[in-house]
């Protein structure tokens, strides 16, 4: 396979050299399978590089922004770069290969480990501002104390989310689901040790100082929920609507040309291909004929009874000699002018090629006059074995009794609906043919990819269902409280519907990248709520006081949650300029979830804590 990976990239890169030789001459347009696949790989390696270098680049600049201080830059791009080479080490050692599903691990393990260290550094910050006296060890040792339960539990419970990676049917997902458990689970443990060990090494150096601004989310937040009555009630339920009408349009067709932009030069020759050269995608029907004798309709069989005596001498002589020519009967030429004439008609098939195509030719080339099975016959046993092999081969399999039509679909016609065509193929076929006399089968690069969107589709449902019974168990461990398990759970579906309306509204389909956003929905926003509630519980202590512990809550690990969407949102907007489609949307949604995450855990959860009241005073 990797042989054949390479040998196809160098035919490829060699065919371009000479094409860009005569580009003055024509005008060329390259396409196929084997080109699409070796693009995807290089712009996938392309978006590695440049777009990978150049997001970290504007997370450093965000932190050098946001925080001031040179540790605070280098201290989270020391902890991601060491996380990120532990776990790919793990993958080269352990021999997991990346796909183009697999291939935003990366940038999915930055967003947690960024997150992990950022709300450390918010609450050493903190610290240090009330204890400025304090040693840098005991703040040190505070911040982690402080941070490890609701840290260790937002990680099993992001791990718990990308582990429902594991029930798709999908081997690349299933990777993914493998990495990103393994990759969380390293980053936790090396961010929990490399940080408190380096800022032990370091100067205690003056807190940050935090100039008084018109502007500050965590505060904008607050007010709006100390002060809002309906309005966050009435968008909620606004929210909520627009993600069940969204979600009820998501569809999960996609086809190979909408993967690329409409400038590139693969998406140019493969719209060239697909609409005036017959089709892209190959789609293979496959007929395997009952025995000879029950080849035939059954109107015929009744014939066939009343001139047995007659046939007996023939059917004797042909059971003596079995000639392979004698397999050409005019009952079979009829089924394969028929299924081809049916093929042909439909409006989202373009190419194809089948043994009716050569009987065409040999109708021309026999001055207009149809081919018998006599004809046929006297053809094949006068045809060399090896022209046999080049001209019948690909149509007709005589020794397992089989025809086959080979088309190709027009992959760009906008109403392709690839399910609802291959069911609408089967069915029609089958009541056209008698299931005696052939069995229909539908095969090739079609079938498999339809095969794979939908069981993309129902895999997104059991794993989201799965993800959601896992979290409200842990949930129920963590906070052993019905309320807030209720609470945390309402906070965290909103940001996941959504998603899957944005998705529906502006007609993005479910593809193999879009499906882990569920995933990156959960895991983000679950992380930030369960800091949010556990810090909430621990203002709560103080004065028994739901407004002043939002507000405090709200303005501190607020502010944690804030700098992480801001530095990520930021970074992955390099994402848009990629040239693979798939990506383009990764980005955009990573950043819609997030957003969507931070509104709901500094608004929409502060504001249910209030109405619910699930804290008992303490006297």
Not at 140 to 146: K, N, P, R
Not at 396 to 415: C, G, K, M, Y
Not at 437 to 463: E, G, K, P, R
Not at 481 to 492: D, E, P, Q
């Amino acid at each position: 396979r990797d042989t054949q990976r390479t040998l196809d990239n160098q035919n490829i890169k060699e065919i371009r050299s000479i094409i860009s030789k005569y580009q003055d001459d024509a005008t060329f347009f390259l396409g196929g399978v084997q080109m699409i696949s070796d693009d995807i790989v290089g712009f996938v390696k392309n978006d590695l590089l440049i777009y990978g270098s150049t997001l970290i680049l504007l997370i450093i600049l965000v932190l050098g922004i946001v925080f001031k201080k040179p540790r605070w830059v280098m201290l989270p791009i020391l902890i991601c770069a060491l996380s990120i080479i532990a776990i790919t080490s793990s993958l080269g050692f352990f021999g997991w290969e990346i796909t183009v599903i697999s291939s935003n691990f990366i940038a999915l393990q930055l967003i947690i480990t960024i997150s992990i260290v950022l709300h450390l550094i918010v609450r050493y910050e903190e610290l240090l501002r009330l204890y400025p006296r304090s040693s840098s060890k005991r703040l040190v040792l505070l911040t982690i104390l402080t941070k490890a339960t609701p840290t260790f539990f937002a990680i099993l419970t992001t791990i718990a989310g990308f582990s429902s990676l594991l029930y798709s049917h999908i081997n690349p997902v299933i990777n993914l689901g493998w990495m990103m458990s393994a990759g969380i689970a390293m980053s936790l443990i090396i961010a929990f040790i490399v940080f408190p060990a380096t800022l032990i090494l370091l100067k205690k150096t003056p807190p940050v100082k935090q100039k008084k601004s018109n502007f500050s989310l965590p505060s904008l937040t607050a007010k709006i929920v100390l002060h809002d009555k309906k309005a966050i009630y009435l968008v909620t339920f606004l929210s909520i609507l627009f993600s069940v009408t969204g979600a009820s349009q998501l569809v999960v067709e996609n086809s190979f040309i909408n993967y690329f932009k409409k400038d590139t030069d693969i998406y140019k020759g493969m719209k060239v291909i697909d609409q005036e050269l017959g089709g892209t995608t190959p789609l293979d029907i496959i007929l395997t004929l009952s025995d000879d004798h029950s080849a035939v309709s059954p109107v015929d069989k009744t014939q066939e009874n009343k001139e047995e005596d007659a046939d007996s001498f023939e059917n004797e002589f042909n059971t003596v000699e079995n000639p392979d020519q004698y397999w050409f009967t005019d009952e079979k030429i009829k089924i394969i002018k028929k299924v081809h004439d049916y093929l042909t008609h439909l409006i989202q098939i373009g190419e194809v090629q089948s043994f009716a195509t050569l009987l065409d030719t040999g109708k021309r080339l026999n001055e207009n006059k149809k081919l018998d099975s006599v004809d046929l016959a006297i053809i094949y046993q006068k045809l060399p074995q090896k022209y046999r092999d080049v001209i019948l081969l690909p149509y007709v399999n005589i020794e397992h009794n089989q025809l086959r039509f080979s088309t190709r679909i027009i992959d760009s016609n906008e109403a392709l609906r690839r399910d609802a065509l291959l069911k609408k193929i089967k069915e029609e076929l089958t009541s056209m043919i008698d299931p005696n006399v052939a069995t229909v089968q539908l095969s090739n690069l079609m079938v498999l990819y339809n095969n794979m969107l939908q069981s993309l589709f129902h895999s997104q449902i059991t794993m989201i269902g799965l993800v959601l019974l896992i979290v409200l168990l842990m949930f129920l461990v963590l906070f052993r409280s019905f309320k807030l398990t209720f609470i945390a759970l309402i906070v965290n579906i909103i940001p996941i519907g959504m998603v899957f309306g944005f998705m529906g509204w502006l007609h993005i389909p479910l593809d193999i990248m879009t499906i882990t956003i569920a995933a990156i929905a959960m895991g983000i926003g679950i992380d930030d709520t369960i800091h949010y509630i556990h810090r909430f519980k621990v203002e709560f202590t103080k004065d028994n006081h739901y407004y002043a512990s939002m507000h405090r809550t709200n303005t501190s690990i607020g502010n944690a949650m804030y700098f992480t969407t801001l530095v990520i949102v930021i970074g992955f907007s390099i994402l848009i300029l990629s040239n693979l489609i798939p990506t383009i949307y990764f980005g955009l949604l990573t950043m819609l979830v997030m957003a969507a995450a931070l509104t709901s855990d500094l608004i929409l959860l502060p504001k249910l804590l209030i109405l619910l009241k699930p804290y008992k005073k303490i006297k």
